[in-house]
């Protein structure tokens, strides 16, 4: 079983989460978050990521919202913002937001080096379509794949909300080089509504269970507060590769979350386990065809998810 005597040698980092609440204003929410930036900066933060749609509403929870009221190009106003920002620090800086390119919309994490430099973009690749969560009326599907950042603190990717739920995207990025993955979200409940479980439990746990399956550190950040009929959970953590919580925000508190990382630990516990060596990617064929993809026309006749349809309405 895990062979624990394996000696490696120490790589430190730190990396800093910064939960948020989010009002209408959004000017008001850079500047914000410009603030929270520069806390986590000085606490040694050396990558920090922000949490999904961090300057707006998220208004993928109604049907029908204009687009152009929320999305920006990049370059634009908030992106060249965060990207002279990481250049005064010296940090590595994650910006998750709502971006058009052409005549197309992408829920989009753009990623600036410590000396400004734009390093690339990832888009959202799953895009989920549920009561409170109508994000297909507003993302395309991500089409250009996973994205390595390669950076002078460390190798990370970034995947977004919904693509948490995915283990093959969580073993795609560790395969591809990943050190860390970073998970910025925007999850909470539908109030009014009475889950059929512990979702929150759920969306933590299956997150934790990357780290473990993939011998990864897994970094969340998610919003907190009240939005609307949505209750967002907060709780942003940092996991270590063996599944233990290393920091968790609170539920309801806007937060600077700051964790050192030893990314040594990746291949210390990758070694002893064994989980990536022993695959038998030989008998995963049917992971890679298109069985079970189709839409469901079973949903509108589900009771929760009239239920869910009510609570959204405030009733």
Not at 33 to 61: D, H, N, S, V, W
Not at 124 to 136: M, N, Q, R, S
Not at 147 to 156: E, L, P
Not at 240 to 268: H, T, Y
Request: hydrophobic content about 40%.
């Amino acid at each position: 079983m895990a062979n624990f005597i394996i000696q490696m040698k120490s790589k430190f980092i730190t990396i800093g989460l910064i939960q948020n609440k989010v009002s209408a204003n959004i000017k008001a929410n850079i500047l914000k978050t410009e603030k929270m930036i520069r806390q986590a900066a000085k606490k040694g933060a050396q990558i920090i990521c922000l949490q999904e749609l961090f300057q707006t509403l998220y208004f993928p929870q109604w049907e029908k919202m204009d687009k152009n009221k929320y999305a920006e190009t990049i370059p634009g106003s908030t992106s060249s913002a965060m990207q002279k920002l990481a250049k005064e620090l010296g940090i590595v800086l994650i910006v998750p937001i709502y971006e058009k390119l052409g005549n197309k919309f992408f829920n989009t994490a753009v990623v600036f080096d410590e000396k400004g430099k734009n390093i690339g973009r990832y888009h959202k690749i799953h895009i989920p379509h549920d009561p409170g969560f109508y994000e297909k009326e507003y993302f395309e599907q991500g089409q250009d794949g996973y994205k390595i950042f390669n950076t002078k603190f460390g190798k990370f990717a970034v995947l977004i909300c919904f693509d948490q739920w995915f283990p093959e995207a969580a073993r795609q990025v560790r395969l591809d080089g990943a050190q860390i993955i970073f998970y910025p979200t925007a999850v909470g409940e539908i109030i009014g509504y009475k889950s059929e479980g512990d979702w929150h439990d759920a969306w933590e746990t299956i997150q934790r269970g990357h780290a473990i399956a993939n011998s990864l550190y897994v970094a969340t950040v998610n919003r907190t507060g009240r939005e609307s009929q949505m209750q967002f959970f907060g709780q942003s953590f940092v996991s270590d590769p063996f599944g233990k919580v290393l920091k968790r925000a609170g539920k309801d508190k806007e937060e600077v979350l700051v964790q050192k990382l030893d990314l040594s630990q990746n291949e210390f516990f990758a070694e002893g386990w064994g989980f990536l060596r022993n695959r038998r990617p030989d008998t995963y064929k049917k992971l890679t065809s298109n069985k079970l993809v189709k839409n469901s026309k079973k949903l509108q006749t589900v009771a929760h998810y009239k239920d869910e349809i009510k609570a959204l309405k405030g009733k």
